[in-house]
């Protein structure tokens, strides 16, 4: 397949148009979103969300998001339960997903044969016009292989995409670089199951029974929400994570790269004078939103360059540190060590 490439920069009603002829068509587009790219297809056929499990190679009971443009849109696609009203009035569009009961227009492979849907209302004005254009909700997990970096640019998303899916519509660098929230409104008590841009702190001014969802799936559980049950953000090196003394953790980080293997670091733009190794910045240390948006793509660089390991410093706040440590512990399978003095 030949795989169409559209610089909605330069060009945005030309990228937009091709994108909605291609979504018609039931084709698999990669359209830019504020959090990371995602792989769109009619959330409504069937067959066209098979094709993106196809392309990312996505185990069957992963499930999908499906994006919205408008409000009236919501109500054909769940049974309303009458939660999550504040939510919405202030924090839509933007990162934040909503889990409820799913209606019955809704394809069982969307929702992992489960009883729910995930939906958000993006805030990026491309993927809201393709999506108003398409007159159907759009189903767009991350625009990557499973298990891999997402994507936060045109090239990266080319990178696993190009020649497997119909098109890429390049809308710049995506603002935060981390994948949504996720809240879960179906049940009796509403549950954060992915930490994202939206803290804990900042849905309970809207839902103050709002509570993190801390249990591991049970085996043979059908997950709500993306990003539950696989390893996930993982380059190809061997990523291990430090938080807590900064001088420890440069000392430590000194002794880490005497070893054979091919090392390379992301660190606080404050310690990258330290070191003379492959390193890149994750901007201000008192700054997390500038480490979300370099984290996957610094990741996927560390991969081009062949490094074997990856170093990366960290400082553990709360808010949306969270969501960072979240992505962190997946992308590192687990090795992440604080540094005590």
Excluded at 79 to 89: F, T, W, Y
Excluded at 128 to 154: D, V, W, Y
Excluded at 306 to 326: H, P, Q, S, V
Aim: glycine share 8%; charged share 30%.
């Amino acid at each position: 397949m030949k795989t169409e490439y559209y610089n909605a920069v330069d060009n945005k009603e030309r990228a937009i148009e091709r994108a909605v002829e291609l979504l018609k068509f039931g084709e698999v587009v990669a359209i830019p979103t504020e959090t990371v790219y995602g792989l769109a297809a009619n959330g409504l056929d069937e067959s066209a969300c098979l094709k993106i499990f196809t392309a990312k190679r996505r185990p069957a009971d992963n499930p999908l998001i499906l994006h919205i443009s408008h409000l009236e849109e919501l109500t054909h696609l769940i049974q309303d339960n009458g939660r999550g009203s504040e939510l919405i009035k202030y924090l839509w569009p933007g990162p934040l997903t909503l889990i409820y009961k799913k209606s019955d227009r809704i394809p069982n492979c969307v929702c992992a044969g489960g009883d729910t849907v995930a939906i958000r209302m993006p805030s990026h004005p491309v993927a809201r016009e393709i999506i108003k254009q398409c007159k159907f909700p759009l189903a767009a997990p991350s625009a990557n292989i499973s298990g891999k970096p997402s994507p936060t640019n045109g090239k990266d998303v080319l990178e696993d995409m190009d020649g497997v899916i119909a098109g890429v519509i390049d809308g710049g660098d995506c603002n935060i670089g981390v994948e949504s929230t996720v809240v879960d409104l179906s049940g009796n008590r509403p549950k954060i199951l992915r930490p994202g841009y939206y803290s804990l702190e900042d849905l309970k001014e809207y839902l103050p029974d709002v509570e993190m969802d801390n249990a591991l799936l049970e085996p043979g559980e059908i997950p709500k929400s993306p990003g539950q049950k696989y390893r996930h953000y993982a380059p190809k090196a061997r990523v291990e994570v430090y938080f807590g003394n900064k001088d420890k953790i440069h000392q430590m980080i000194h002794e880490r790269i005497k070893s054979d293997e091919k090392t390379g670091l992301l660190l606080f733009e404050d310690s990258m004078p330290l070191f003379n190794e492959e390193r890149l910045s994750l901007g201000d240390r008192n700054n997390p939103v500038e480490m979300g948006k370099v984290l996957f793509s610094h990741l996927r660089e560390m991969d081009r360059k062949k490094m074997d390991l990856i170093l990366i410093e960290f400082e553990k706040t709360e808010g949306f540190g969270i969501a960072l440590y979240n992505r962190l512990l997946k992308a590192s399978g687990g090795n992440i060590f604080e540094v005590k003095l």
